[in-house]
């Protein structure tokens, strides 16, 4: 069996090793109840044979001695009932603990894993780029070209480090957020326009209004929307429309991030902003990813007194919404 295989084994391993365990202690306790219920019978019985039956008291020591078993029979019931209440009570406790442990060390070595494919990747394609221009003589446009897939490389691999320290340091509760007035309207599209360049392929059409001012920290919002745009491409299919849309009622800003891909189940609604969570299906795993930018996104947009929510995009796909009402509009 390979290692692999061993590791997906143990959570059924401790499963089976509890319940034996847990089985055998109730199961001690019962025998232990039973033992004292035969012991406090037989100790009634030694006693009532010891009456004399001639005794005119004898009915009443009778009674006294069957009253004596019976308390003993529930003070044994009472006692046997507390054990088994604090025995399942501290299992289940147990049993969630562990089993919580398990799930974060899964998602950690996921994350590990994840982490590893995605610093090596821009890495590798930057070295590559960087020999290939060394060792050949390429026109200017070829020129042009490589370096334009390095920099998309290197920006991806700034993006990716920003993220990881960001997370350490809201972990921490180390950071501390900037609150300027910043015009998000400006913001919005020079990220859009960020990835129209990024991806000349895609179809990213917005809607953003004029003149829409967010008090708050540039630098994060700009890791928020772009984690929101770059989960939109990374999950719709080629020829999709990705779609932004920032909009300012009376009560709140409002930004959502529209994609076409295959959606999220209602029971993944909220674990999907947990930290490393990413979704179980095939999809998913197929698809690149350190499950640290909606958790990142939710911190922030949380930093900023904001709140955020994906619903369904019919017929299929998601739509990411953001509403924060730290803002004004001029």
């Known amino acids: 069996m390979s290692s692999a295989a061993k590791k997906r084994t143990r959570p059924g391993n401790f499963t089976i090793w509890f319940w034996i365990l847990l089985i055998y202690i109730v199961a001690a306790l019962v025998w232990w109840f039973i033992s004292l219920e035969i012991q406090n ?9 010891q009456l004399d039956k001639q005794d005119p008291h004898y009915i009443i020591k009778a009674n006294a001695v069957l009253n004596e078993k019976r308390r003993g029979t529930a003070k044994y019931m009472g006692e046997g009932i507390t054990f088994l209440a604090l025995i399942l009570a501290g299992a289940f406790i147990v049993y969630r603990s562990i089993r919580k442990q398990m799930a974060l060390s899964s998602l950690q070595r996921n994350f590990m894993m994840a982490i590893t494919h995605e610093l090596k990747t821009p890495i590798a394609t930057t070295r590559l780029t960087l020999e290939t221009l060394q060792k050949r003589k390429l026109d200017e446009i ?7 897939n390095a920099l998309s490389e290197t920006n991806r691999l700034n993006i990716l480090t920003n993220n990881i320290l960001l997370a350490a340091q809201m972990e921490e509760k180390k950071f501390r957020r900037e609150n300027e007035p910043l015009l998000l309207t400006n913001l919005a599209n020079s990220i859009v326009n960020d990835y129209r360049n990024r991806y000349p392929k895609r179809t990213i059409e917005c809607h953003i209004e004029e003149g829409i001012y967010l008090n708050g920290d540039e630098l994060l919002i700009q890791i928020a929307l772009s984690n929101l745009i770059d989960n939109a491409i990374k999950y719709s299919p080629t ?7 920032l909009i300012q009622s009376n009560q709140y800003i409002e930004l959502k991030v529209t994609d076409s891909g295959p959606g999220i189940k209602d029971a993944e609604k909220k674990l999907i902003f947990q930290k490393f969570y990413r979704s179980g299906d095939e999809t998913t795993r197929k698809t690149k990813g350190t499950g640290l930018g909606l958790y990142l996104t939710r911190k922030i947009i949380e930093h900023h007194n904001g709140d955020i929510f994906v619903i369904d995009h019919k017929p299929h796909g998601s739509i990411f919404v953001i509403r924060l009402t730290e803002g004004t509009k001029n």
Do not use: C, F, P
Not at 41 to 49: C, H, P, Q, S, Y
């Open 142 to 148: 070829q020129q042009q070209k490589l370096l334009t």
């Open 239 to 245: 020829q999709a429309t990705v779609v932004i849309d």
């Open 41 to 49: 019978a037989e100790m009634a019985t030694l006693k009532l044979r």
